[in-house]
């Protein structure tokens, strides 16, 4: 098992491999790092002049590409090659939710990560590293390892898990200021040096305190329970900003007391329409699977709870939306302000506003999008994959009228998408929404001009000033 890397090889480049590869290339200029995918397209992009082209959007992104490319860092179709040239193989492709056979709609869908175990195998002319950096259930490390041994009983394998934290938005920062980065390795000799030649990498920019190294199962099973936490913490206030709207009280000033004590914190308790991204949902019920699976039913439930709640929140607003407007949306514009789950990212994976869309198109709403960086097309295909799969969400049962597409309409600019309309929806939270001249979309809209604000991020004494009818997540 090599224990001083100059190569790597890292299968999938998408949001975790492209910029978590990057930044690994920008800190080691002395690793050749190459990222694989079968996806073409994507690695055309990748591969664009113009860094405004890239696949993906991260702040600061741009600037790591610009000074890692053609000098270490390199994207290709290769995938063969990529894994012959390598002595350290990350593993960074998706692992969506199942949505067929065992475990339909809970479990993860492994199939691409064994695919690569296969190709690793296949591909390989010297001892590995194989570096799991896909969230997966606890154990697969097992798995890779006896599709590796099985198919290639000449070379050795070292598996390493090493999960990703990083946050979409924030990712370049995240990576180049870790909390804490995590290897699990196994227990004998090859373990222990593979776990050691993954250190020496990080710590070119990660201070040697911070990389913690454990088993490859409490590896395994610290990325979902860290991402259970955080989405039961989102859960947990967005169940009190119901209570809020019947009482009275403030959900943000409710978070900024409870957050002022140590040991509750203040992070990660902003009330919201919801959770989205590709990966709370997805990490949960996957850790709601494992739990059946291993005959543990309270604790499944416990757990699974955040997920309903998080379905409820969205059900919520959609309701109020209805509601407020007399009862129906039917044939009239409610515009959107922003599709993508978070701001900062062109990623709409279990966005909220996919859900809220959903239920206004069912009442036949006209719903206008407006989001800065999120492409119609996606739009589209967003609403498409909610009709054509059965959601989790058991508010999103129905299918929608067959000509929904005539409803939905999106827009490049923000001042045409709230023009004339009946409501306004803030479902993410850009910065540029708050430049937005309220004055002059007031005076284009039908009265009572309503704003439901899913983000708490306008000032609602201005905006209330002005005339509208302001109703905020968690506010009575
Ligand atoms: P993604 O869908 O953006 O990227 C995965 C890529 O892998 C795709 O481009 C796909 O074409 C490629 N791929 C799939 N099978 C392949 C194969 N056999 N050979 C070559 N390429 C292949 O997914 P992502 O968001 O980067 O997530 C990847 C993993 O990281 C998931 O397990 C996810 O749970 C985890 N994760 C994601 C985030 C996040 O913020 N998105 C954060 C932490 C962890
Ligand atoms: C999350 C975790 O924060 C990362 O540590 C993890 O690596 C990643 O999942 C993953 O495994 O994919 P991400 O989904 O990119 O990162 O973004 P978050 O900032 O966690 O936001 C998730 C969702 O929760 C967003 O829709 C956000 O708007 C919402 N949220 C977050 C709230 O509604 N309130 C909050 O206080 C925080």
Redesign the pocket.
């Given at each position: 098992i090599p224990n001083k890397i100059n190569s790597i090889c890292c299968i999938g480049a998408g949001y975790v491999g492209g910029p978590t590869m990057s930044v690994i290339a920008q800190k080691c200029p002395h690793i050749k790092v190459t990222v694989v995918d079968i996806n073409e397209e994507r690695i055309n992009a990748w591969n664009d002049e113009n860094l405004d082209n890239l696949p993906i959007y991260e702040p600061g992104l741009n600037q790591v590409v610009a000074e890692a490319r053609g000098r270490n860092l390199f994207f290709s179709t290769e995938i063969e090659q990529g894994i012959k040239d390598a002595q350290m193989i990350f593993i960074s492709v998706n692992t969506p939710t199942k949505t067929y056979g065992t475990g339909k709609g809970m479990a993860a869908d492994l199939k691409f990560v064994e695919l690569c175990a296969r190709q690793i195998a296949q591909a390989a002319n010297e001892d590995k590293i194989v570096v799991e950096k896909s969230?997966l259930p606890v154990r697969t490390a097992e798995s890779i390892k006896r599709i590796l041994e099985a198919e290639d009983s000449e070379h050795e394998f070292a598996i390493l898990s090493n999960p990703?934290?990083?946050?979409?938005?924030t990712a370049i920062e995240d990576l180049h200021y870790a909390d804490r980065m995590l290897i699990g390795g196994e227990s004998d000799e090859n373990g222990q040096n593979a776990i050691e030649a993954l250190v020496d990498v990080y710590a070119n920019w990660i201070p040697r305190e911070k990389l913690i190294t454990t088993s490859v199962w409490s590896s395994e099973l610290s990325k979902l329970t860290?991402?259970a936490f955080?989405a039961q913490r989102?859960s947990s206030i967005n169940s009190i900003s119901a209570l809020c709207e019947r009482t009275g009280a403030d959900v943000e000033e409710v978070a900024h007391a409870i957050g002022m004590d140590s040991r509750i914190g203040s992070k990660?308790?902003?009330s919201?329409v919801g959770?989205?991204?590709?990966?709370?949902q997805k990490?949960i019920l996957n850790l709601v699977y494992l739990c059946r699976h291993f005959g543990l039913p309270e604790v499944a439930e416990y757990w699974e709870q955040v997920v309903k709640m998080n379905d409820y929140q969205k059900h919520r607003f959609a309701k109020q939306i209805i509601d407020t407007l007399f009862n129906t949306v039917s044939g009239k514009k409610i515009s959107f302000l922003g599709w993508a789950?978070?701001k900062d990212t062109n990623d709409t994976r279990e966005s909220?506003a996919i859900y809220v869309a959903y239920e206004l198109l069912q009442d036949r709403a006209e719903v206008h999008v407006y989001d800065p960086k999120v492409s119609s097309d996606q739009i589209y295909k967003d609403i498409s994959y909610l009709q054509e799969h059965s959601s989790s969400s058991p508010y999103c049962k129905e299918k929608l009228p067959k000509d929904w597409k005539e409803l939905l309409h999106i827009h490049k600019e923000s001042d045409l998408c709230l023009k004339n309309s009946h409501a306004i929806a803030v479902l993410t939270e850009w910065d540029e929404f708050k430049n937005i001249n309220w004055d002059s979309v007031y005076a284009n809209m039908y009265k009572p001009a309503f704003i439901f604000d899913g983000r708490n991020i306008l000032d609602r004494e201005k905006i209330a000033k002005i005339g509208f009818e302001i109703k905020s997540i968690g506010k009575g």
């Open positions: 969230t990703e934290f990083l946050a979409e938005g860290a991402n955080l989102v990660f308790l902003k919201s959770f989205g991204g590709s990966c709370f990490d789950f978070k909220s």
